[in-house]
C-alpha cells in the first residue's frame, strides 16, 4: 500500500507523547512490511520541512498551534500530487475532518482518546469549548470512515457519539520489554517509594497523588515522592507540595534519561496514576513490567488498563483519601504487593508491538482493499 498519514507531531517532535510513539511503531512496522509510507505534521524548532525518520517519508509543515488549519491544506496537496491507496487520521485533538477531502481515498482513523469535557479541567473555558466543539461534528464527518482505538473505552467513547460500532476495531498498544529489564535490579527503596509520571498538566490531576501521598505519609512518615515528567502544571504542582508541608518528601525529576527512569520504576514500590481519562493508560503496563502495582482512578482507558484488584487498584476519580488507603493496603501488606506485582509483570507480557502492528495492518490492508466499504 501507499499511505498518507496525518498527525499534529512526529516521534521526534520535544512535545511528542505516548500517541505518538504508538503511531511510530506502526508506520515503522508498515515500512517493514514493504509499504510505502508519508507522515505530515506540524513543524518545530530546528527540524527540516522535509525529513524521513525510520523509512517513514515525513512532510513538516506550520507551527502546531495552527495545526489544524495548516494541515488540511498539505494533505489535500499531497492527495493532488499522488496516488494513495490509504489516508490514516491520528485523532488526539482536534480532528483534521480528513473524510471532507479524502475523496476516494479510504480513511482509517487511529483515536487513543478524546477529551471530551476533560478538556475544561486544562484550559480557560472559551479554548476549552473550542477544542470540544471540535470533536461534535465527528459522527457526521466519519461515519464512513473506519477506526482503529487502542481500549474499549474509547470504542464506548466513540459509539456514545453516534459511530458505527461495526467500524470500530480495538487493537492494544504494544510495549518493549527488553527496555525496562535490568542485569541488575536495584533494590526497592526502603523506605518505600511512591512514583506519579506523566505529563505534568492540570487536566492529568496531579494534585490528587500530591495530596494522596500527603495522607500516605501520615501512616508512612519516611515514605518518598518522585512526581516524574515535565509540563506547564510544575509550578502549581510544587506550590502545592509547599503549601501540604512535604518539600523534604516530594521530589519533582522533571525529564528523565530512560535508563534512569527504568532504574526509578525498579526502585518504586507504588505508582499512582489521578488522571480523570486516557485512552489506555501505557504508562500503567510500562510500570506493571517492572514490576510495580499501580492506584488509579477508576475512569476510561485506565480500567482497562489496570486490572483490579489483580495488577493495581482501581478508586473515584478525584478521592485522595481513597487513593491513600489503596496505596497503603499494598505498602502495609508484602504478601498483598507481591501477588500484585507478579501479576503485573505478567499483564504486561501479554502486549507486543509486532502484534498491534500485525492487527493495524490487517486492519488497514481490508480497509484499503474494499475502498472503505464494509
Not at 507523547?17 to 505530515?40: D, K, N, P, Y
Not at 480495538?170 to 506519579?196: I, N, S
Amino acid at each position: 500500500m501507499k499511505i498518507l498519514v496525518v498527525n499534529w507531531r512526529d516521534i521526534h517532535d520535544p512535545l511528542g507523547g505516548g500517541a505518538e510513539q504508538h503511531l511510530h511503531h506502526i508506520l515503522v512496522g508498515a515500512v517493514e512490511a514493504g509499504h510505502e509510507v508519508e507522515l505530515v505534521c506540524s513543524a518545530y524548532a530546528g527540524a527540516p520541512a522535509d525529513d524521513e525518520i525510520d523509512g517513514v517519508r515525513i512532510t513538516r509543515r506550520g507551527d502546531w498551534r495552527f495545526a489544524n488549519f495548516i494541515l488540511p491544506g498539505v494533505v489535500k496537496e499531497r492527495l493532488r500530487a499522488e496516488r494513495w491507496d490509504l489516508l490514516v487520521e491520528d485523532i488526539n485533538k482536534i480532528p483534521f475532518y480528513t473524510p471532507l477531502y479524502a475523496g476516494d481515498v479510504p480513511v482509517v482513523a487511529v483515536v487513543p482518546h478524546l477529551f471530551g469535557p476533560t478538556v475544561y479541567r486544562e484550559t480557560n473555558p472559551v479554548a476549552a469549548t473550542y477544542v470540544w466543539a471540535g470533536e461534535w461534528p465527528l459522527s457526521l464527518v466519519y461515519r464512513r470512515a473506519w477506526f482503529e482505538v487502542i481500549s474499549p473505552s474509547t470504542r464506548d467513547d466513540l459509539m456514545s457519539r453516534g459511530l458505527d460500532g461495526d467500524r470500530i476495531e480495538v487493537v492494544y498498544c504494544g510495549l518493549e520489554h527488553q527496555r525496562f529489564e535490568l542485569a541488575d535490579p536495584p533494590p526497592r527503596d526502603h523506605p518505600p517509594l511512591v512514583v506519579c509520571w506523566s505529563r505534568l498538566r492540570r487536566y492529568k490531576s496531579t494534585d490528587v497523588a500530591i495530596r494522596a501521598f500527603g495522607q500516605i505519609r501520615e501512616e508512612l512518615p519516611e515514605a518518598n515522592m518522585l512526581v516524574m515528567g515535565r509540563g506547564p502544571d510544575e509550578p502549581r504542582l510544587r506550590r502545592l507540595v509547599t503549601k501540604l508541608g512535604l518539600d523534604n518528601a516530594v521530589a519533582f525529576t522533571g525529564h528523565l534519561a530512560w535508563d534512569d527512569l527504568v532504574r526509578t520504576l525498579h526502585r518504586a514500590t507504588v505508582f499512582l496514576n489521578p488522571s480523570p481519562k486516557e485512552g489506555w493508560g501505557l504508562t500503567v503496563v510500562e510500570a506493571n513490567q517492572c514490576g510495580v502495582p499501580v492506584v488509579a482512578s477508576d475512569r476510561p482507558g485506565l480500567r482497562d488498563s489496570v486490572r483490579d484488584g489483580q495488577t493495581g487498584l482501581l478508586v473515584p476519580y478525584g478521592d485522595p483519601r481513597a487513593m491513600a488507603q489503596a496505596a497503603l493496603q499494598l505498602l502495609h501488606d508484602p504478601d498483598l504487593w507481591a501477588c500484585h506485582s507478579d501479576a503485573a509483570r505478567a499483564w504486561a507480557g501479554t502486549f507486543s508491538w509486532p502484534r498491534c502492528v500485525e492487527e493495524s495492518l490487517a486492519l488497514w490492508q481490508r480497509v484499503a482493499d474494499s475502498g472503505g466499504g464494509r
